[in-house]
């Protein structure tokens, strides 16, 4: 038997009381609507086996995910009944995965409900486009046979500006209210976490938060009431001193004006922390900063110790996450500040 890796180098620490309470938030503000949970892309970045046992034990019983890769992690923790694919199914393989396991498939085109009945159909989610222009049925088509024969539980749309302010929200509820009377369903569902924020026109009988879940603050009216969720740490495994003139990373970006002491910290933009986020950051110890010098490369960050000259190689530092801030300082989103974290961090 080989040995046991050493322990890894780079952290990621969920507060798993947060993220609960920022679901059982938007619970409440989702009024008579249950809310359900958006856990693609691996729950944001941040582990389906960390943060689905979390939502279900806080009360979630709708779970939603893009891609039908996404499924089999899911089982583990929560009933196929309750999870639902909203990428759809396109090929007769994939509506008859979703029969045997009892997954829910959204329906985006007449092709897909056609797809999916050919199958032995059942019980599915309808996505109906109002103006995003994505995925979803178009209302013309909602008339379509293929539409009417579908056994519509949920009836979805998305909202394109739920995080701006503008004429597009309203458009987007006007036109999902006029064809909620067009076709025959059990439950409507509008509002991203956004699209919570706006109010109690938009929530309807179940919404479907995301971003908010994990920290993410998608409307100045959430801030208050959502927490931090990720925390994100990383060794140092190099310290030195350079002199006046020596350069530092690729490029030469940053040169010393005077001798100072700098670290190698094991993380880089294979890790989600992106060249774009190097510039003027700064790393923390125990609330002393550690400016990033010269460019991120693929696997390591050095950082300026002149304020922590008692750390060395093997310390922990933390990396700034606070993805609110962050993605008003870069041209990044933090949809994409989350789920651009790399595989090597471990929990």
């Known amino acids: 038997m080989p040995p046991d890796p050493p322990a890894p ?44 046992p979390v939502l279900r034990k806080a009360g979630c019983r709708h779970f939603f995910v893009a891609h039908w890769s996404e499924v089999a992690p899911l089982t583990h923790h929560v009933p196929a009944a309750q999870i639902a694919v909203l990428h759809g199914p396109v090929t007769s393989a994939e509506a008859d995965y979703a029969r045997a396991l009892g997954v829910v498939p959204v329906i985006n085109s007449p092709e897909q409900a056609n797809v999916w009945s050919a ?3 059942g019980r599915c989610h309808l996505m109906v486009d109002t103006g995003i222009n994505r995925l979803g049925v ?27 302010d503008g004429d597009m929200n ?11 009377g067009q076709v025959a369903h ?25 971003l908010a879940l994990y920290g993410g603050i998608p409307r100045g009216e959430l801030a208050q009431a959502i927490r931090p969720v990720a925390r994100i740490r990383a060794a140092l495994i190099q310290c030195r ?56 490369s693929m696997d390591m960050v050095v950082v300026d110790l002149s304020e922590a000259r008692d750390l060395g190689a093997g310390d922990w530092i933390d990396v700034p996450f ?12 933090q949809y994409e500040l989350l789920t651009t974290l790399g595989t090597r961090f471990k929990s």
Not at 140 to 164: F, K, N, Q, T, Y
Not at 170 to 177: D, G, H
Request: hydrophobic fraction near 45%; include cysteine; proline fraction near 3%.
């Open 9 to 52: 180098t780079l952290r990621l620490d969920i507060d798993t009381g947060a993220l609960a309470d920022n679901w059982q938030t938007l619970d409440a503000l989702s009024g008579n609507a249950a809310a359900g949970a958006a856990v693609k892309a691996d729950c944001y970045g941040l582990g389906v086996d960390t943060c689905v």
């Open 241 to 296: 001193t350079i002199e006046a003139g020596e350069s530092v990373g690729y490029n030469a970006q940053f040169t010393a004006s005077a001798p100072m002491r700098i670290g190698t910290v094991s993380l880089g933009y294979a890790d989600g922390f992106l060249r774009v986020r190097g510039q003027g950051a700064a790393f923390c110890s125990e609330g002393r900063r550690l400016p990033v010098l010269g460019k991120v």
């Open 170 to 180: 309203l458009r987007q509820l006007e036109a999902f209210r006029a064809v909620t």
């Open 138 to 164: 178009a209302p013309r088509d909602l008339g379509d046979p293929a539409i009417r024969a579908l056994e519509i539980d949920v009836l979805m749309s998305h909202l394109a500006c739920a995080d701006e």
């Open 322 to 333: 606070d993805i609110h801030d962050a993605a008003q300082q870069t041209s990044l989103s």
């Open 119 to 121: 199958a032995g159909g």
């Open 186 to 210: 059990r439950s409507a569902s509008l509002a991203n976490s956004a699209g919570i924020a706006l109010g109690p026109d938009y929530v309807f009988d179940v919404t479907r938060p995301g």
